[in-house]
Structures are given as C-alpha cells and as structure tokens.
C-alpha cells in the first residue's frame, strides 16, 4: 500500500529501530507508550485490520503473536497484554493490522 505508514516501516522506507524481525513481521516500540513495556508488532504484507490478516493469512498471524512472546520474555517478564484495536469505533488509528504488546513487567525497553 503506497501510502500505509506501517508499509513503510515495514519495507524500510521510514528508519525506525527495529526490536525484532521473523519471516512475516516486524516489531518497533510504540511511539507513544502505555506500559513501560509497548511495542507493536505489524506483519510485512499489508493487512487493514487483525480479522483480515487471521483469514487471509493465518502463518503470519501465529509468526506475528510468535514474535512479540519472544520479544516480551526479552523487555518484560515474559507478561503481556495483546491488543489489536480493529475499526475506528474501537480506537484503530493505523489502519495496517498491528498488535500492541504491553505489559508492567520488569525490564523496560530503554
Ligand atoms: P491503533 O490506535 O491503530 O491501535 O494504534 C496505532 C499505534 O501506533 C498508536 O499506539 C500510536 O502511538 C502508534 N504510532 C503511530 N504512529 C507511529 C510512528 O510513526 N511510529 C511509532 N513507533 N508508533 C506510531
Ligand atoms: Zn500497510
């Protein structure tokens, strides 16, 4: 998608310090963090939301959750709360599938 954002971070066109990286996804901190853990992490191909991505491919779905329980048990006690906010009238501001990683555990991710 030309004009996505997370496209873009995905495809290296926007610089942004990767945390992790699997076949199909990438992860990146939030911008604007919630826990002391946040993180996102967005498949490579482009998906609006987390139901098109579950139907249309779901190895990128299960590589995508794989990832951020990796990357929790690195920058968190292994804790996690996973949120994928899919539609506007759920608070979804990207509209590029994506799943927010956050948690209070331990180790901070700075
Ligand atoms: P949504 O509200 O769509 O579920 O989540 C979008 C998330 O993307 C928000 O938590 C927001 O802080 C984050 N975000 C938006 N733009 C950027 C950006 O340019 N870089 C990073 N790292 N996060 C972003
Ligand atoms: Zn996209």
């Given at each position: 998608?030309?004009?996505c954002l997370f496209c873009k971070i995905?495809?290296?066109?926007?610089q942004v310090d990767l945390i992790?990286?699997?076949?199909?996804a990438v992860a990146f901190k939030d911008i604007h963090p919630k826990q002391p853990?946040?993180?996102?992490?967005?498949p490579k191909?482009?998906?609006s939301d987390v139901a098109h991505l579950a139907t249309d491919d779901p190895e990128a779905l299960t590589d995508l959750v794989?990832?951020?329980v990796e990357l929790s048990k690195k920058h968190s006690d292994g804790s996690f709360r996973l949120q994928f906010n899919?539609?506007?009238g759920a608070g979804q501001t990207v509209f590029h599938a994506h799943g927010h990683f956050m948690s209070r555990?331990?180790?901070?991710l700075d």
């Open positions: 998608m030309a004009d995905a495809n290296g066109e926007i992790g990286e699997s076949t199909h853990m946040h993180f996102l992490v967005v191909r482009h998906f794989q990832l951020g899919t539609g506007a555990g331990v180790v901070g």
